[in-house]
């Protein structure tokens, strides 16, 4: 089994998890061109891609996402409530509701005829009332409206910047299975309409890696999950000090700080002394913020906290880039 991360950090996520012939690309969050880049750079073929699967619909997560799914042609797995914020992301001006969306998607084949349906009704509504010119002069701004409808709607509709190859739902707590990978997604404490982290387990190999970032603590819940992993992709943000007297303004400072936040390096540690069970092999910090952090103190913390547990002697603590992909975990 095999957990690759492409970039960890603020401006962008993205991992691979392999394991036999599957291939799982966790998070897609730069652009489509930069995710092939790097994964070139580390050995793996975008083109052996089984499917795509999302954190969450911050932007660091998704922002390769609709073109390099559409290119690759392969599903895209969500939570519903997470699918349904990154739609409505991606159609910021709509007022439509979801369900409606749903339902115009559907219709979309249906909708030229329905337009030619409603011209003709116009058109009898135009000729029925040429005989009141008030109804005419009362007709004349509902055929206009009409008109700036299809106007908007026609390109919207042909562009769809939500249209995916294939959706599949998924829920925290429920585990499913991705060719060779089984998948036990788990609720994480962050302000995004429904964030999980993931535990994967390659069945062939009894091998188990998880990715957990964008967290603001970690609760009992994320403390289960997390037990009995192999590799473990974990979060660590920010030094404290560094966040409170650094550039950010203060409503940012309240939000990273904050319990739907992310994980400082002090609560990451305080994890890996106290809750941590040392089954990991390799602990990979990730999502390390570069205004209010250094890899020396993320990296000093953590191996402080595994450094003062006898049962941990012999796991590794590396460090996830944002410039960079790492070479490859292989278990
Ligand atoms: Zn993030
Ligand atoms: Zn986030």
Redesign the pocket.
């Known amino acids: 089994m095999r957990m690759t991360v492409l970039a960890s950090g603020s401006k962008g996520n993205a991992t691979v998890i392999a394991a036999g012939s599957t291939r799982i690309l966790v998070d897609a969050g730069m652009s489509c061109r930069e995710l092939m880049k790097r994964m070139a750079q580390v050995g793996e073929d975008p083109e052996e891609l089984d499917a795509i699967l999302i954190t969450?619909e911050?932007l660091?997560?998704v922002a390769g996402l609709s073109v390099l799914a559409r290119r690759l042609k392969i599903p895209v797995f969500f939570t519903e409530s997470t699918h349904r914020a990154w739609v409505r992301m991606l159609t910021p001006r709509t007022t439509m509701s979801y369900a409606r969306w749903l339902e115009t998607v559907q219709r979309e084949k249906e909708a030229r005829t329905e337009q030619s349906a409603a011209a003709a009704v116009l058109v009898e509504t135009d000729s029925l009332a040429t005989d009141d010119p008030l109804e005419t002069e009362a007709a004349e701004p509902e055929a206009g409206m009409d008109a700036a409808c299809l106007d908007v709607a026609a390109p919207k509709v042909k562009a769809d910047p939500a249209f995916l190859p294939a959706v599949e739902y998924f829920r925290a707590g429920h585990g499913f299975s991705i060719g060779e990978i089984d998948v036990n997604p788990f609720t994480i404490p962050?302000?995004?309409a429904d964030?999980c982290g993931f535990v994967f387990h390659a069945r062939s190999e009894s091998i188990r890696m998880a990715v957990a970032t964008?967290l603001g603590y970690v609760p009992p819940n994320v403390k289960m999950a997390l037990r009995g992993v192999d590799v473990l992709l974990l979060e660590s943000n920010h030094d404290l000090e560094m966040l409170k007297d650094g550039p950010y303004p203060w409503s940012v400072k309240q939000r990273v700080l904050s319990r739907v936040g992310?994980l400082s390096n002090a609560a990451c540690a305080e994890f890996l002394l106290r809750d941590y069970d040392g089954s990991a092999h390799t602990i990979v910090l990730g999502h390390l913020s570069e205004q209010n952090n250094l890899p020396e103190l993320a990296r000093l913390a953590a191996e402080q906290a595994i450094g003062g547990r006898m049962t941990l002697l012999g796991n590794r603590v590396i460090l996830a880039a944002q410039d960079s992909p790492l070479e490859p975990i292989c278990l």
């Open positions: 969450h911050h660091d997560h962050h302000d995004a964030p964008d992310h």
